[in-house]
């Protein structure tokens, strides 16, 4: 009876997180202060990576003291033309400029210095240039920069933190390969299939569930890294959906069960569970430094509130929101310990699916519960009784999960058939 009441509650505190705690912003404009030597003044803080939006503004505003939040989609050095004209817009509605340290940008833009024009400023009293300035609000700030510049080439976050995953996953497999005495040969196969499962199922899965009308628009799109919609580009893969991964890789890790390795399917999905585990908390730490998949708006006075001034315009309006990001993250985190522990330290190992049924119902129930305080991805193409695609993708897993779990039993193995073949 105690764990039904304690389901009950989580419901009810998603439910209540999602309805009493989310917040309205009018015309999108959240508010701060801004701090001019000693003085206070109070600013609606806007942000867009919208050009039309942006052009617009400053003409859609009757407040006295605005800040707009500037970055890399708004001003590419690429077009600089259409952002030299935006730029030129604001100054003749009484905006000045300043750099990522808020000091003041006097100069005209030119190709070479428009990528470091960071705030539009309109205040009541014009700002000078030994003016001391400063932003505060009660929400954090997300706003880093792309990645790390490595001469003419940027190492992206995201893709570093898919390198991460990847690399973290085969020294973490290694090590259970020794615990196992299983041959390190049938390693190099594993992650080889892993990889292709992971990439491309995720990558279908997206399309599939979130933006199948890519099939017919930008064909090619779907399966490289390219957009051909408006002439020839090269975006990355910009769309990865985690249930499109699991299904590619329930059928790679079938192959490679009985083909490479020649064990049951649940030894393996054991121990590939532990290492996913911990990859989807970098995938997601991935999606924050993208400042995408953000939550819904929270109210800006909430210890999570944060605002992601890069944030696509798919999600709606620049406002804080729930770093949805991370509260998914830390439950992958913590289903790596549980799960790693219960491998190292109790004979679950042993018993081939228990330990991969409790990765399925927890990880999707983090995923399941998070959507409370997550933004739509796309379309919602699948949608019943209230909750969205995610949430219903993720309960027949949970009940696999169950299922999977409950058969373990049938499938009991010794030390000795554990560490078969040699």
Same mark, same amino acid.
């Given at each position: 009876?105690?764990?039904?009441?304690?389901?009950?509650?989580?419901?009810?505190?998603?439910?209540?997180?999602?309805?009493?705690?989310?917040?309205?912003?009018?015309? $999108?404009?959240?508010?701060? %202060?801004?701090?001019?030597?000693? =003085?206070?003044?109070?600013?609606?803080?806007?942000?867009?990576?919208?050009?039309?939006?942006?052009?617009?503004?400053? +003409?859609?505003?009757?407040?006295?003291?605005?800040?707009?939040?500037?970055?890399?989609?708004?001003?590419?050095?690429?077009?600089?033309?259409?952002?030299?004209?935006?730029?030129?817009?604001?100054?003749? /509605?009484?905006?000045?400029?300043?750099?990522?340290?808020?000091?003041?940008?006097?100069?005209?833009?030119?190709?070479?210095?428009?990528?470091?024009? @960071?705030?539009?400023?309109?205040?009541?009293?014009?700002?000078?240039?030994?003016?001391?300035?400063?932003?505060?609000?009660?929400?954090?700030?997300?706003?880093?920069? @792309? +990645?790390?510049?490595?001469?003419?080439?940027?190492?992206?976050?995201?893709?570093?933190?898919?390198?991460?995953?990847?690399?973290?996953?085969?020294? &973490?497999?290694?090590?259970?390969? !020794?615990?196992?005495?299983?041959?390190?040969?049938?390693?190099?196969?594993?992650?080889?299939? %892993?990889?292709?499962? %992971?990439?491309?199922?995720?990558?279908?899965?997206?399309?599939?569930?979130?933006?199948?009308? &890519?099939?017919? #628009?930008?064909?090619? =799109?779907?399966?490289?890294?390219?957009?051909?919609?408006? $002439?020839?580009?090269?975006?990355?893969?910009?769309? &990865?959906?985690?249930?499109?991964?699991?299904?590619?890789?329930?059928? %790679?890790?079938?192959?490679? =069960?009985?083909?490479?390795? @020649? *064990?049951?399917?649940?030894?393996?999905?054991?121990?590939?569970?532990?290492?996913?585990?911990?990859?989807?908390?970098?995938?997601?730490?991935?999606?924050?430094?993208?400042?995408?998949?953000? +939550? *819904?708006?929270?109210?800006?006075?909430?210890?999570?509130?944060?605002?992601?001034?890069?944030? /696509?315009?798919?999600?709606?309006?620049?406002?804080?929101?729930?770093?949805?990001?991370?509260?998914?993250?830390?439950?992958?985190?913590?289903?790596?310990?549980?799960?790693?522990?219960?491998?190292?330290?109790?004979?679950? *190992?042993?018993?081939?699916?228990?330990?991969? +049924? &409790?990765?399925?119902?927890?990880?999707?129930?983090?995923?399941?519960?998070?959507?409370?305080?997550?933004?739509?991805?796309?379309?919602?193409?699948?949608?019943?009784?209230?909750?969205?695609?995610?949430?219903?993708? /993720?309960?027949?897993?949970?009940?696999?999960?169950?299922?999977?779990?409950?058969?373990?039993? !049938?499938? @009991?193995?010794?030390?000795? #058939?554990?560490?078969?073949?040699?």
């Amino acid at each position: 009876m105690s764990n039904l009441f304690f389901r009950i509650y989580i419901v009810l505190f998603a439910f209540i997180t999602q309805f009493a705690f989310a917040q309205e912003y009018p015309g $999108g404009l959240s508010e701060g %202060t801004l701090k001019v030597n000693e =003085s206070n003044i109070p600013v609606k803080i806007y942000s867009t990576t919208e050009i039309i939006a942006l052009n617009a503004f400053p +003409g859609n505003t009757t407040d006295k003291n605005v800040l707009v939040i500037l970055n890399d989609s708004n001003l590419e050095p690429a077009h600089f033309d259409s952002g030299n004209l935006i730029l030129e817009k604001y100054k003749s /509605s009484h905006y000045q400029f300043f750099d990522k340290n808020f000091k003041l940008i006097d100069t005209p833009a030119t190709k070479d210095n428009i990528t470091h024009f @960071k705030y539009a400023v309109k205040a009541a009293k014009p700002i000078t240039e030994s003016d001391n300035v400063t932003l505060e609000t009660s929400f954090k700030i997300w706003d880093p920069s @792309k +990645g790390i510049k490595l001469g003419p080439v940027t190492l992206h976050f995201y893709s570093l933190m898919f390198v991460l995953a990847f690399g973290l996953g085969y020294i &973490l497999m290694l090590r259970i390969f !020794k615990i196992d005495n299983v041959n390190q040969k049938y390693l190099e196969p594993l992650f080889t299939w %892993t990889l292709i499962g %992971t990439i491309l199922g995720a990558r279908l899965g997206h399309v599939i569930f979130y933006q199948p009308e &890519l099939f017919k #628009e930008d064909f090619w =799109s779907v399966f490289l890294p390219i957009s051909t919609k408006n $002439g020839f580009q090269f975006t990355g893969f910009s769309g &990865l959906a985690s249930h499109g991964a699991t299904i590619a890789l329930i059928f %790679t890790t079938l192959y490679y =069960s009985f083909k490479i390795i @020649k *064990k049951n399917p649940f030894w393996v999905y054991d121990r590939i569970g532990i290492v996913v585990a911990l990859g989807g908390a970098f995938v997601r730490i991935g999606n924050f430094f993208n400042s995408e998949i953000v +939550g *819904k708006p929270v109210s800006p006075d909430s210890p999570f509130a944060i605002l992601f001034p890069q944030q /696509s315009s798919e999600y709606g309006l620049t406002v804080p929101r729930y770093p949805s990001q991370l509260f998914e993250a830390a439950g992958y985190v913590a289903l790596f310990i549980l799960l790693w522990f219960l491998y190292r330290k109790t004979d679950k *190992k042993y018993q081939q699916g228990w330990l991969f +049924g &409790l990765f399925f119902i927890i990880l999707w129930a983090v995923r399941f519960f998070v959507e409370f305080l997550k933004e739509p991805q796309g379309d919602e193409f699948i949608q019943i009784g209230g909750l969205n695609t995610g949430q219903v993708l /993720s309960i027949p897993f949970m009940i696999a999960g169950v299922v999977i779990m409950i058969i373990s039993k !049938k499938f @009991k193995i010794t030390q000795a #058939e554990n560490e078969k073949p040699e």
